[in-house]
């Protein structure tokens, strides 16, 4: 892989409580190059959108950063001062939300949404800024004249394709989606992945994608990294994981997950669920439920190794 645009290196988010500290994610090294779509899958819980706001360090109370670094162009973003952050938010990094409906402003308009958020980082007119506004909107598939629509006149998918033109609006060099096709219906979920990733090849910016869908992301994605309650399990070249899991964790999401090619096969779920972030259990995570377990697995954390090229795995039976 080329020098990353995003390194992320023993990263730790605690959420304070009165019972003490919760991890919600646990020592995470990652790293995001230039130009990659890079999809970060688990259930819901395990720590996902929890990393991606610690990246823009947009957390919310009781929510700490605890440990760790997080490169980006060259800079430790946890560094940086408030009025150094503001000027890579948006500029350099941006992000699509899970509910573009929460995260749109109801009572201004979406091209004044646009418009504000072009005007806060670059010195144009006003009108100059309308008519990128009306560019944007065009780009990803919405006729300018809804520059002047309120949040609640649009689709479900008109939303959501503002919240990824709003993204966009100032080209930057790695944009996060977090679940961003979250409540759509199935094909307005593959129209506007489909029009993310000709965006991306494009435009040229990485994708960090955080879904618990492993069969979309599987499609999307040129690497994959799958989450298990706050720490990673595995990290490889989607097609890989795709067909040669290495995790019993991720052997057992794509055993639930059903395939539209092939023969029919019975579906298997995980038995169990996913450990409590406050009172984890001892060595690896996922030993409680899975098959392969043995007493190693119980007394340390396996680390993340490389078992084959660019693939790597934090299991020992692998």
């Known amino acids: 892989m080329s020098e990353p645009l995003l390194s992320i290196r023993d990263l730790c988010v605690d959420y304070v409580t009165d019972r003490g500290p919760v991890r919600a994610v646990d020592g995470v090294d990652l790293d995001v190059a230039p130009g990659e779509i890079l999809g970060l899958a688990g259930e819901s819980g395990s720590g996902k959108s929890t990393l991606a706001q610690a990246l823009l360090r947009i957390l919310p109370p009781p929510a700490v950063i605890s440990r760790g670094t997080v490169r980006f162009e060259g800079r430790d973003l946890l560094e940086l001062s408030e009025g150094e952050l503001q000027r ?4 350099r990094i941006s992000m699509v939300f899970q509910s573009a409906m929460d995260a749109l402003n109801p009572v201004i308009t979406v091209g004044e949404q646009i418009v504000d958020a072009i005007q806060a980082h670059e010195d144009v007119s006003l009108a100059d800024a309308r008519r990128r506004a009306g560019e944007l909107l065009e780009r990803v598939g919405i006729e ?16 959501q394709r503002v919240g990824i033109a709003l993204a966009l ?6 944009v996060i989606l977090d679940e961003p096709t979250t409540a759509l219906d199935v094909i307005v979920e593959r129209e506007i992945l489909e029009q993310i ?105 396996p680390a993340l190794r490389e078992v084959a090229p660019g693939h790597f795995a934090a299991c020992p039976r692998t």
Not at 153 to 158: A, E, I, V
């Open 88 to 91: 890579v938010r948006w500029k």
């Open 144 to 159: 300018p004249d809804r520059l002047g629509s309120y949040a609640h006149q649009l689709s479900g998918g008109m939303r």
């Open 169 to 174: 609006a100032l080209e930057p060099s790695l």
């Open 197 to 301: 990733r000709e965006l991306q090849r494009s435009l040229g910016f990485a994708v960090l994608f955080i879904t618990h869908d492993l069969g979309r992301m599987l499609q999307f994605s040129d690497r994959i990294a799958v989450f298990y309650a706050a720490r990673l399990a595995e990290v490889g070249p989607a097609s890989e994981i795709a067909n040669a899991p290495r995790h019993p964790y991720t052997q057992g999401l794509l055993r639930a997950f059903p395939r539209v090619s092939g023969g029919a096969k019975e579906l298997e779920s995980i038995p169990g669920s996913p450990p409590s972030l406050a009172s984890p259990p001892p060595g690896c995570r996922f030993h409680p439920r899975c098959p392969l377990a043995v007493a190693e697995c119980r007394a340390a954390q």
